[in-house]
């Protein structure tokens, strides 16, 4: 696995916004975009645990490839308008609204109820592992849209960091994508300040 992909942050709470934070430091030029070639899509499928380690290598043709890869940034950017905007207290952006909804409505076609041994259970249908995980995130998204609480979607305070996460904290203060990154960046900052540090 990629260094890019591994060292990668599953902070956001929902596959939809840790899919959407494969982009970090969105207000810095550049930002920092870690699914770079078809291949980090599925290795952060693995990541995230939404693929297994053999489904990762289930790859078809190198077109194939390109457009499954085109498909996934272009899900991944409507997800973060549509949260983004929500995160600062707007309604969704129209058209970031609408290809987030053809794309769950898509997800939700795929599905199948199957007989097992436990009983009747539900499943994606799609036989390429990589649109079945899209699939997934699409239908976190819709799910959160629908049944999450806008008020507990935010963007991480660090300056430039651009994460999104579900705070779930009892009183909703949480501030920062992790504590430990953005919340130590933060606090080193302000002793510079105390300090008179450049």
Same mark, same amino acid.
């Given at each position: 696995? !990629?260094? =890019?992909?591994?060292g990668l942050s599953l902070v956001g709470g929902d596959p939809a916004l840790d899919f959407a934070n494969t982009v970090s430091w969105r207000a810095?030029? !550049?930002a920092d975009d870690r699914l770079l070639e078809p291949g980090d899509l599925a290795w952060?499928?693995?990541h995230?645990? &939404? %693929? %297994?380690?053999?489904e990762a290598e289930a790859?078809? /043709?190198e077109a194939e490839d390109r457009e499954r890869f085109h498909e996934a940034v272009a899900? =991944? #950017?409507t997800i973060h #308008?549509?949260?983004?905007a929500l995160a600062e207290g707007r309604p969704p952006p129209a058209g970031a609204l609408d290809r987030l909804s053809r794309a769950w409505a898509r997800a939700q076609g795929s599905r199948r109820l199957v007989a097992g041994p436990d009983g009747v259970r539900g499943e994606l249908a799609a036989a390429d592992p990589i649109r079945r995980m899209l699939a997934r995130i699409a239908l976190a998204a819709g799910d959160l849209l629908l049944h999450g609480d806008a008020a507990r979607i935010k963007t991480c305070a660090g300056a430039e960091c651009g994460y999104l996460y579900l705070? &779930? /904290?009892r009183n909703r203060s949480r501030r920062w994508c992790d504590m430990a990154d953005c919340g130590n960046r933060a606090k080193v900052r302000r002793f510079r300040a105390r300090e008179g540090d450049p």
């Open positions: 696995m !990629p260094a =890019r992909i591994a810095a030029d !550049p952060w499928g693995v995230s645990g &939404l %693929l %297994l380690a053999g790859f078809g /043709s899900l =991944r #950017e #308008e549509v949260f983004a705070d &779930l /904290s």
